[in-house]
């Protein structure tokens, strides 16, 4: 999108021109002066400009209404930069590189830091949101009928109108017929003259001096409905619904004098434990409704120190990278011996076969991987039936593994036939030939001449599925689900990949823990982008070598 | 030149902003405007695919009675964890509609809300569903519809209902002898086990998963697994499994337990009411009794789940949902459509006697549940399902029960804070 945007020197270069490189300065001022706007760039300028302003004022109100101000100064400023930038001739280089670097920050920076700072804190089941969130819970969770109190039928009525005038209930008990009105004052009884209740329902149609809502405008008026509570001596009447009201008492209050939680009932105490964010009685039960706190290097130091996690770790990591290794590999190997089978002149049918072996690639891999998974099964399986075979498959822990190779095998070789037939196709036939006149064999001509250059089209991408496929959840899940496992151990299995064994971590039992789940994640960033770095960086060798 | 076409850019840009202001002001005014008409409300609920067909006519029909707009959204997917999430973030809906063992989860949460339901309208429940819904001595939801597996058996091939599991293996073995069938008994169990079907068998073996308090609740800090009634219940378990009888394998996974029976591969399902549309499909002569126990063993209870409607805590119109759930859901009509819809036994009392007439299996399941167990709605469950469900599909395979089971208990209790 930033092309067009450029506006002069960029779509218009005159041809003969030395195209300008990057970094080299430029004395722009001529330049500038004989670029023409040209209609084209000029709509598009302004659609993508108008559509900026849009966007930021549609993200402007929320923004408001939450009361985010530095979100939305960051908003304000971005968009004030974004026309400075855009409407200003100068600044040539930053107007190609800052839709890139926008996207950059919204898309990978700020993720990988909301996760980095997810994994200092006990986000999770239970702990999601803030202290005062935990504490209406507790306090609306223990509200329970008075014994023996009366249910109301319930009428919502307001003094003057009916969508600002303040609220009343008019409370009629079914039994004694009385009839009542309530606000946050209290309770009053009304004089059986001034109303009328109906016989069928039992509620208050009319009063005298308030206008009874019907339950659509009641509805309205939803939050102040309960939000409004009148206290009795028991207790407090509050609305259930929009055509009842009950006596309840909160058993559980929050006293802020002693941060705690006191049930009026049995007199029991909960504190405030605000490193681990929940209530916590003297004798140690807790009230499930906790709330998030930072627990600094505590999910760090729980990844390398409790068993269950670190000591299968290291054999899950040889694993991953043995399937990311064997699945790019075994698919890279059989891919382009398919391609270079039907590279060579003397293949009939060439068309036909590359459409036949496309089509695992043209089938959804999601249902493929389940399709696989059944095919494998020991008793009803096609793998097992066809063959003749009564190997228990996914029950074993090296079957296991060799299955979801095989798999793998499958649904990725087409990938790597195609992109070694275009790489192929891109290798002059007269570097082979010069190679068979100087009287190398087939083998020798491949291994000097084809393979190398292969290497330096398709390196990038077999690292690029190299780390696609060490975090190939999908593969896993969907076959084997990490399984076996071993009988004394259920969390972590034989085809394991990190991936997976991170989501059983933070998500399999007690609900989902996302602090421990980020920390985790934090560690599989680190490896996998050292692993990168390093082929990157050896790829670049090798690009040297033979460029 | 430079200047006007600044002043062109700007001025467009200004105006298309304008515009795109204007489009949501006027997606704010037919609102406004609606709210006017229907003077205010509008409830949202959430339900999984099948229970929002059923329930938007309902919806509609609730609507249009007290001049509320209601939506009904189908969440297909992880309707719990979305609407855990979405609660938080304070755009969940009104009502959502569940099974009960989402309860603790919920309520740890803070999503959602008790309900006061007065005396007289509990009474026209079910009493397990009652229990089923109360977690802290607290109502949390409606309930609608109760479920548990039985033993659905192929009556061409097995006349008689077994008494014990020893009998069904027996009937099983000759079936497979004469080649009527080729297993013995289909109980899925997959290569990751299956908690929620062995449940029965694992209780006549005498085990347990929870102990419970004085007042009834289960008890997460008295856990069961891993204690020797336990490791009894599957050392018996183990006898039915792939180095004994065969009858339990974990080449039968919840994909093709069900379509193993249609195709009379098998005389014998556990499975649910949700099993009978495919075998009246597949014109099985069926018929359902309880799962049967181990011969001279305890009772074999299955797990009874409920469904229910939810008031959210953090939803807009927590009035009118409340209004809903409690005025609305508890009549029999809306029980009998969501039936209708998905045949499970319906919870209100009025609506199962009403269509108890129309289908038999109904107070079959039914009876086979009389004696079940409600499934634990306590958080700590969660971390009861995936290594309970490992453990046994290890011991099917011919695992020691002794060692699997000690040790998901131990994972049991590490899970459990």
């Not at chain 1, 968009?79 to 190609?96: C, D, E, V, W």
């Not at chain 1, 405030?272 to 999910?299: H, I, M, Y």
């Not at chain 1, 084997?480 to 399999?508: H, K, Q, S, V, W």
């Not at chain 2, 009502?95 to 007289?120: F, S, T």
Request: with cysteine; glycine share 10%.
């Amino acid at each position: 999108m930033s092309a067009p945007l450029s506006g002069p020197g960029s779509a218009t270069q005159t041809p003969g021109r030395e195209p300008a490189r990057p970094g080299l300065p430029r004395t722009s001022r001529t330049a500038r002066n004989h670029a023409p706007i040209t209609a084209t760039g000029l709509v598009v300028k302004v659609v993508l400009l108008g559509l900026v302003a849009g966007i930021a004022i549609w993200a402007a109100f929320p923004l408001i209404e939450a009361g985010h101000w530095i979100g939305l100064g960051v908003l304000a400023a971005t968009t004030a930069g974004l026309f400075y930038l855009y409407l200003s001739r100068r600044h040539i280089p930053a107007k190609y590189l800052v839709p890139g670097t926008l996207f950059l920050i919204a898309f990978q920076v700020f993720p990988v830091l909301y996760t980095a700072s997810t994994a200092f804190t006990n986000f999770g089941d239970g702990h999601r949101g803030s202290k005062d969130d935990a504490i209406v819970a507790i306090q609306t969770s223990s509200v329970k009928q008075v014994p023996g109190s009366t249910e109301y039928n319930l009428s919502i009525a307001t003094k003057g109108d009916p969508a600002t005038g303040s609220l009343v209930f008019l409370l009629s008990d079914p039994k004694t017929k009385e009839v009542f009105a309530g606000d946050a004052g209290g309770l009053r009884k009304l004089d059986a003259a001034d109303v009328t209740v109906s016989s069928l329902s039992g509620k208050v149609t009319a009063a005298d001096g308030y206008t009874v809502l019907n339950i659509g405008q009641a509805s309205g008026r939803s939050d102040a409905v309960t939000a409004l509570i009148v206290p009795t001596d028991d207790g407090a009447i509050r609305s259930n619904g929009l055509t009842r009201a009950y006596e309840g008492k909160a058993a559980r209050a929050y006293d802020a004098g002693c941060d705690c939680v006191k049930d009026s009932e049995t007199g029991k105490t909960w504190s405030a434990d605000e490193k681990a964010g929940s209530f916590v009685a003297a004798d140690g039960e807790r009230l499930t409704q906790g709330w998030k706190v930072d627990v600094g290097l505590k999910n760090f130091s729980a990844v390398l120190t409790d068993p269950n996690i670190s000591k299968p770790f290291f054999g899950t990591l040889a694993w991953n990278f043995a399937f990311a290794i064997g699945s790019t590999g075994f698919t890279f190997l059989l891919g382009m011996a398919i391609a270079l089978a039907l590279h060579s002149p003397r293949m009939k049918g060439t068309n036909f076969y590359r459409v036949l072996l496309i089509l695992p690639y043209a089938m959804p891999s999601f249902a493929m991987l389940l399709v696989w998974r059944d095919m494998f099964n020991t008793d009803f399986g096609l793998v097992n039936n066809l063959f003749g075979l009564d190997v228990d498959w996914f029950g074993g822990s090296w079957s296991a593994r060799i299955a979801v190779l095989l798999v793998q095998l499958w649904l990725g070789y087409p990938y790597m036939f195609l992109v070694a037939t275009g790489a192929l196709q891109a290798i002059p036939r007269e570097l082979t030939e010069a190679t068979s006149v100087d009287g190398a064999t087939p083998w020798q001509s491949f291994k000097a001449v084809t393979l190398p250059l292969l290497l330096v089209a398709l390196s990038p991408l077999l690292i690029a599925s190299f780390a696609y496929n060490f975090n190939n959840v999908n593969a896993i899940l969907f076959t084997t689900e990490g399984g076996p496992f071993a009988p004394d151990n259920p969390r972590n299995g034989a085809t394991d990949l990190l991936i997976t064994y991170t989501y059983r971590l933070a998500f399999g039992a007690q609900g989902a823990e996302f602090g421990l789940a980020a920390t985790v994640s934090i560690f599989i960033f680190a490896i996998v982008a050292t692993v990168s770095a390093i082929s990157f960086r050896r790829t670049r060798k090798q690009e040297e070598v033979y460029s | 030149m430079r200047i006007r076409t600044a002043g062109v850019v700007a001025v467009l840009g200004l105006a298309l902003a304008a515009s795109g202001c204007g489009d949501s002001g006027s997606d704010d005014k037919p609102a406004a405007d609606q709210s006017a008409k229907a003077t205010g409300g509008k409830l949202v609920i959430w339900a999984d695919d099948k229970r929002t067909a059923a329930l938007k006519p309902f919806a509609e029909e609730f609507g249009k009675e007290n001049g509320v707009t209601v939506e009904v959204q189908a969440v297909s997917k992880d309707l719990q964890t979305n609407f855990v999430t979405a609660s938080q973030q304070g755009s969940g809906p009104d009502v959502v509609v569940g099974a009960h063992d989402w309860i603790g989860n919920m309520v740890q949460n803070g999503a959602i809300d008790p309900v006061q339901l007065p005396a007289e309208q509990k009474s026209g429940f079910n009493e397990t569903a009652i229990k089923a819904v109360t977690f802290n001595g607290q109502l949390y939801g409606v309930p609608y519809a109760t479920e548990n597996v039985a033993l659905i058996r192929n009556t061409e091939l097995a006349p008689e209902a077994p008494k014990t599991i020893e009998d069904l293996v027996a009937t099983g073995k000759k079936l497979k002898a004469e080649k009527k069938a080729t297993e013995i008994l289909c109980l899925q169990s997959g290569q990751n086990g299956d908690a929620y079907h062995i449940y029965p068998l694992y209780t006549s073996g005498g085990g347990n998963l929870f102990g419970t308090t004085a007042n009834g609740d289960y008890d997460p800090k008295d856990l069961g697994v891993g204690k020797p009634e336990s490791i009894a219940a599957f050392q018996k378990i183990a006898k039915l499994g792939e180095k004994g009888d065969g009858a339990l394998k974990r080449s039968i996974t919840p994909e093709n337990a069900i379509s193993t029976f249609t195709g009379k591969k098998c005389a014998f399902l556990v499975s649910g009411p949700w099993a009978v549309a495919d075998a009246k499909k597949a014109n099985i002569k069926y018929d359902i009794s309880p799962v049967p126990g181990f011969a001279g063993g305890k009772e074999a209870q299955p797990f009874v789940g409920v469904q229910a409607f939810y008031v959210a805590a953090k939803g807009k119109n927590k009035a009118l949902a409340q209004e809903f759930v409690t005025n609305y859901v508890t009549k029999p009509e809306l029980a009998v459509a969501l039936y209708k819809a998905e045949p499970r036994p319906p919870a209100l009392t009025a609506a199962f006697d009403q269509v108890k007439g129309e289908d038999a299996d109904l107070a079959k399941f039914s009876e086979a549940g009389k004696n079940g167990q409600v499934l634990p709605a306590i958080p700590a469950m969660a971390a009861i399902w995936d290594p309970f469900g490992k453990a046994e599909a290890a011991i099917i395979g011919g695992a020691d029960p002794a060692k699997t089971i000690t040790a998901a208990g131990k994972t049991i209790q590490g899970q459990i804070k």
